[in-house]
């Protein structure tokens, strides 16, 4: 198996056959095989090493047996107000009142 980010002689002659066929496939436009070469060199580099990228990776994240990340119960700890009387606001209502008189008593306590 060769390195695909390694250039050869064989290998840059292989892009500019590729190239060509690439270019001559989409009807000789006016950018010539020049303008294949980019995507002919991403193709031999499949081409010479058919197995890159096929090894499993093990998810950093535990799955569950339906496929869904489990994630911790720690990160809970970090949502936002938890509520208490940590300040003026930590009891106060975050939904719209059912009345006005509901939200000025709310609001004057």
């Known amino acids: 198996m060769e390195n695909?980010?390694?250039?050869?002689?064989?290998?840059?002659?292989?892009?500019?056959?590729?190239?060509?066929?690439?270019?001559?496939?989409?009807?000789?436009?006016?950018?010539?095989?020049?303008?294949?070469?980019?995507?002919?060199?991403d193709l031999v580099g499949m081409e010479s090493n058919p197995d890159a990228g096929q090894k499993p990776v093990k998810s950093p994240v535990p799955i569950s047996a339906d496929g869904q990340p489990i994630e911790e119960a720690w990160l809970e700890e970090n949502l936002g107000d938890s509520g208490g009387d940590m300040d003026k606001l930590g009891n106060k209502r975050e939904v719209p009142f059912a009345t006005r008189a509901e939200e000025k008593k709310a609001l004057d306590e």
Request: hydrophobic share 35%; aromatic share 6%; with cysteine.
């Open 4 to 41: 695909p980010l390694e250039n050869s002689p064989q290998r840059e002659a292989r892009i500019l056959v590729k190239a060509k066929e690439l270019w001559a496939a989409d009807g000789k436009p006016a950018c010539g095989p020049e303008g294949y070469q980019e995507e002919a060199a």
